[in-house]
């Protein structure tokens, strides 16, 4: 491995560890909500990771066309890559909404609009990944999970503006609603720094999980067209013919 190589393959796992670090040190130092109290902040990861589970299906859907079009792999990849960071932060913005559920509407769960849409889209998009276990051809599974990658996004909007449309013990949107923001300045600041964060640590993520992606691909294809190295190929046959 070269230097760049390794600086290449390093410097995800910085920005990571950074964004997650700058997060934690914002939240903490924001002032607590009048109302919630300590409990608010929460909502410095939980509003970040569902912004994030929002931007990871969208580009799964436009990488899904784009692979369509071109039929090249490499969106193919790039689709996976986002729609298991996607379910990674879904399935956080699960688990944070159901502690703070517990604690302001005293029950873990309730079948609300909000909630029960984005439990339905995180098994949708877990059923993606799923569908492209079901076979080994690379095009093939390009082409399956490619359609369900662009139709499944249609359940972005409903999820967020359910809260709208519908009436819902979950709170509106807090970031992006048609009468704009009205939460203190301080909690917008550090809200938007979590945001950013959140952000940065989702493309870390993304160049992480397409390189795996490769490489699996490359190794399904060795195996596919026998090119790759086979187990025992360098142990040489013993020569019978000579004494001890």
Known sequence: MTTMERRVSVWPWFVMAAAGLLTFVAALTVAADAVQGELSRILYVHVPAAWLAYVAFGVTMVASAIYLWKKDLRWDRRALASAEIGVLFTGLTIALGMIWGKTTWGVWWTWDARLTLTAIMFFVYVGYLALRRTTDDLDARAKRAAILGVLAVAQVPLVHFSVVWWRSLHQPPTLIKPE???MDT??????F????SFTAMYVAMMFKRTELA????????DEQTGSGPVAGEAVSKPDLTRGP
């Open 193 to 196: 720094i979590a945001v950013f």
């Open 214 to 221: 490769r490489l699996e691909d490359d190794v399904l294809m």
């Open 180 to 182: 704009g923001l009205s």
């Open 186 to 191: 301080s909690m917008v600041v550090t809200l």
